[in-house]
Each structure stands twice: as structure tokens, then as C-alpha cells.
């Protein structure tokens, strides 16, 4: 997949002319934008030219309603990881500011999307475009002016659920990450760096990594997980899968003052130093919500149990 910085950088290259773009900011590449994707793709190969993506960083809503904007559901390496996967063959990374957002929608079309040279449009039902927040309607005889086809991508529903980034947000948020993973057709996962922590994992017998993280967590309880550890990146190449079963909050019963946080137990994991080393969690099925117990061998007794039924899970291809 070709990257691109900006949309002056592609449309000096020429990689999209003739194809199909489509546009949003996909963080999540979820079902609903699963489907503009193979929009794109579909009207591009019927024309052996390129299917793209045009896509901003930051979020516009960060910039435009910073203290509103919600938390990501994957960072841009992710999203660029994603997209790849899905098969697009170009993304637009255009930066977005201030003076970004005060471009009007017929200088988007004039200006922007007539000089990468694309064909077809491809956004979702509930796309707006400058600073106007022109809809479909307004930007469809903008596009047909301009020699361009506006294609429109209805709500994709799953499990009569209308596919959203907030959905899945709120799911999360729930503690229900396999109504995520409906939402996304993967399960949900989150990138970070394995840290020092303060050990206590391995004094109950079940050694953990402490994950940091600036990704949205799922809430407070015990998790069966897939995890992918070391190599250059998260989930890149010389990493390493494994199994485990992560606690995510403020272990109640040890240290209830203490911050929210995700730590991973591993199985049949070889016990070397992983402080540094990139780390990415796949959050399978939710085993319990997290609680107080009476003591500490209480809590080693139910972490021995609830080792051993992730174990199972992740066994029979949860």
C-alpha cells in the first residue's frame, strides 16, 4: 500500500487518477467502513485503476472540539495496518488544522478531489465535507459539476445493531468486548509498551506484564486475550503470539488507590524480560468484572480459575 502525506503529495504522483476514493475518518475500520472499502475497491477494479483512501490525522474532532472528542479506537498505525489488510492500494493522510476545517466543500471538490484525479467518491450516509458540514445532497451536484460520481454507502447493520465508531465505544466501555468485535468483524485490540510495575503479579504466582497505553481500555474486569509481544512494532514482524488473561483496573483487593491499568498474564510464556518490548492485546471474551476479596489467597485462588477458563476459551478458538 502506497502512503501519502497529504493530498497535494498524491495528487502530484498521479497514483489515483481514474480510481475510486474513499473518504472518512475510519478509526476503527469497522463493518460500516469495511463496506465504503469494498465499494472503492469494486468500482476500481472494474477499471483496472487504484482504489484509495483519503483519511485525516488528527481526528477533526480533536482539533475542532477538543474537549468532546471521544478516545480512538486505533491509533493511525493501526488504521494504516488495517486498511492494508483490507486491501487498499493507497491512503491519503491529509493533515488537519484549523485552517483545514475552514475550507469550503466546493473548494474540497474544485480544489482537492479534482487534482488527485479520481473517478468516484465513495463516503458514508452521514458524510459532510467543509466547513458548512455540506451533506450528500449538497455535495453530489458539487461532484457531478466537477466530472466527478458521488457514491453513497447506506448504514450497514449487524445483529440489529447500526454499525458505529460510538457503538463500539460504548461497548467497550460496558466491558463487552464481544459486541466490539461483532462491530468490527475482529476482535477488539489496543498497542502499547510493556513497563515496570510494581510486581505483584509474580509474588501471587502469576507473573504480568504492565501495559502502558494511551488507547482506550475496556472496562474495569478480567479479560481472555490474545496477545502479540516484541518485534519493531506492535503486532509487526518477530513478534511473538500468546495466549493469557488480562485484569484491567485498579486491583481492588492489593491496591484500590491505585491507577487503572491493564496487565497481562501470558501462558507458556518463557519468563524473559519483556520491560521496553511493543505489546498489542486482543480482547477475546470478558470473564468477570473486577472486585474486592477477603484476602490475598482468595485473589490467587481466582486468578488459578480464571487462568484456566481463558485457557479453555482461547483453546476451543474464542
Known sequence: MRRFHSIGEAAASGALRGGA????????????????????????????????????????????????APPLLTSLPRKLELLAAAGVEVVVVQPFDLAWAAT?????????????????VVVGWDFTAGHERARVETLRPLLAASGLALQVVEPVTEGGLTVSSTKIREFLLE???????????????????????????RGLGFATANVATTALLPAGGVYAV?????????????AMAHAGVCNVGVKPTVDPSGPVSAEVHLFDFDGRDL????????????????????????????????????????????
Open 175 to 201: 466491558g463487552n468486548v464481544e459486541g466490539a468485535a461483532l462491530l468490527l468483524a475482529r476482535p477488539y485490540d489496543l498497542d502499547g509498551e510493556v513497563a515496570r510495575g510494581a510486581g505483584r503479579g
Open 104 to 120: 469550503p466543500a466546493a473548494d474540497f471538490v474544485e480544489r482537492d478531489l479534482r487534482a488527485l484525479g479520481v473517478r468516484d
Open 275 to 318: 520491560y521496553g518490548e511493543a505489546i498489542r492485546l486482543a480482547f477475546v471474551a470478558r470473564l468477570r468484572e473486577e472486585r474486592r476479596f477477603p484476602s490475598v489467597e482468595a485473589l490467587r485462588a481466582q486468578i488459578a480459575l480464571d487462568a484456566e477458563r481463558a485457557r479453555a476459551l482461547l483453546d476451543a478458538g474464542r
Open 21 to 68: 476514493l474513499a473518504i472518512g475518518n475510519l478509526d476503527g475500520v469497522h463493518l460500516g467502513h469495511r463496506a465504503l472499502l469494498e465499494r472503492a475497491r469494486a468500482l476500481a477494479s472494474g477499471r483496472g485503476v487504484a482504489a484509495g483512501v483519503l483519511t485525516f490525522e488528527p481526528h477533526p474532532v480533536r482539533v475542532l472540539r477538543p474537549r468532546l
Open 226 to 238: 490474545r496477545a502479540l509481544v516484541g518485534g519493531a512494532s506492535p503486532g509487526g514482524a518477530g
